[in-house]
């Protein structure tokens, strides 16, 4: 495991670099650039930076216009305000068109902490996933981030990006044969026994649920699945028959995400059985990041018993 | 204006009008009352202000136009076809499950229309990008937007608004379509949004009021005056009478969203030819 740093971080810094490069790449934000990490961008190119105010509305539709005029707008906020209240506009304005704007969400799941259930957006995977011809991404770490901007804003059309606001461990860069492609997982680590195919930060933690598993005696496949939406189902199918059971975990209401996605697909494939972790349909609630995830059951312990559960099912 | 140029914008508006009228009674649906009070002000602008190719819709140094009142599109579709944008005859596919010639705009099926719109509030704001886009390429071309008074009760217009004087975008100009009436009666009854003048001075904008807003000539007028405002964007608030042009649509809020049966269009139609048999005999 590597340093740890925060997606957003990244985000920020990934955005400078490209900014050389890409001409056409506007920076939108609605007054939380300190917070998305867009201020680096504003600083190092200030009349391409559009601070939009507290009007996320409007931001998403400006970004729309921008598109039409062949910019390559992102639009970044937090994941509550561009996939909650925005979400009209990204749908009429931004998918419905087909128009090549990024919408960014930041400080996505439980993991904001002290702010609580209103700024805790578990719905985003949901709001953004059911829009057609929507891409959905959401990085595990810093170093897949990067290459997750970059594969963005070569792509042309829609998609939403969820940054994370806490630091978490780089482990995709050591992942032997590991390469960023959007729609394409990642296999982490192979296993017979079981697949967890998880989202984010608790991609870490399906590695740290695989380790303990192993020291039972069973031998976990770790997925990561950024792209949550076009949805790698190659993988997922490979993973369904070869391993007969299946888990996903996601930083987000079991409703609507990525476990909703994987059980949609397979249901019509090749059912087998499939265990969701994540939030239980519930709001958030205020505390040390950490300790909210734990109360939540967002923990390593919970997906290897969510993965025993699976096992036990499987015929 | 001279004469000769205004005779001939209300001749084009004219034939809107019956094309108008035609497209929503083949398809038995539509929004006619609001595309009949602001079809003068789409005539001033394909056919004397705006810089537009049909044959080139996506060229990057054209001007823009974005109809955030997009359910009246019996006014922006006849006006792009007369424009030479697509057929006439294609306007008899408005609202067909076998046509492209969607309910409300569609830029992706619809040679001419900039920008996809219909749900109220949300066009301004994509003017207010393209606008800044512009600016940041450093092109000339001008953008240009249609409200309705009744739009204007979305929050996100006023967001739109002070972001585009924030970047004082004085190369986009609203127009706003005050017909004082929407689909549940008096504008002034469902919300009152007076008075406009102000609050769109408040907000940063050059304000022109025109009490001709059925006069494509006057409107054309405001346009150009409107092309010479430094500094900040413009609004236009343009006076007009919704179902104008047909005696029993008129100033009708009944008639925001409904289509004519036969009985109804026949006489409509007379209407509107009668209209058009005088301006062209003079």
Redesign the interface.
Known sequence: MGEKIATRVVYGETLVELGAKYPDL?VLDADLSGATKTKDFSKAYP??F?N??I?E??M????????????K?FASTFAMFAAGRAF??VR??VA???LNVKVVGSHGGLSVGEDGATHQCCEDFATMRVLPGMTVVCPCDGYEMKQAVQALIDYNGPAYLRLGRLAVETVTEFTPGYRFELGKGAVLRDGGDVTIIAVGMMVQMALKAADQLLAEGISARVIDMHTIKPLDEELVLKAARETGAIVTSEEHNIIGGLGEAVCGYLSGMCPVPVVRHGVEDKFGRSGKAQLVLEAYGLTPDRIAAKAKAALAMKK | MEPSRAHALAVTAAKARLLAMEMVHTAASGHIGGSLSSMDMLTALYFDVMNVDPENPRD?DRD?F?LSKGHCTPALYPILALRGFFPVEQLSMFRRIDGHMSGHP???NVPGV??????L???F??????????K??HKNYRVYTVLGDGELAE??IW??A??AAK?KLDHLCAIVDVNGLQIDGRTADVMPTEPLDRKFESFGFHVIKLISGNDPAAVSDALHAAATVKDKPTVILAATVKGKGVSFMENNADWHGKAPDDAQYAAAKAELEAGLAELEGN
């Open positions: 506007i009349k391409r559009l939009m105010g009007a509305c409007n998403v539709d400006v970004a729309a216009g921008l598109a039409t005029c062949g910019k707008p009209e506009q009429n304005c419905y068109p087909h | 990057p823009r974005v569609d830029m992706v900039d920008m996809s719109t219909g749900s509030g949300q066009g704001s994509a003017a207010v990008g393209m606008a800044i886009a512009g940041l390429d929050g996100q967001e739109a002070m972001s970047y």
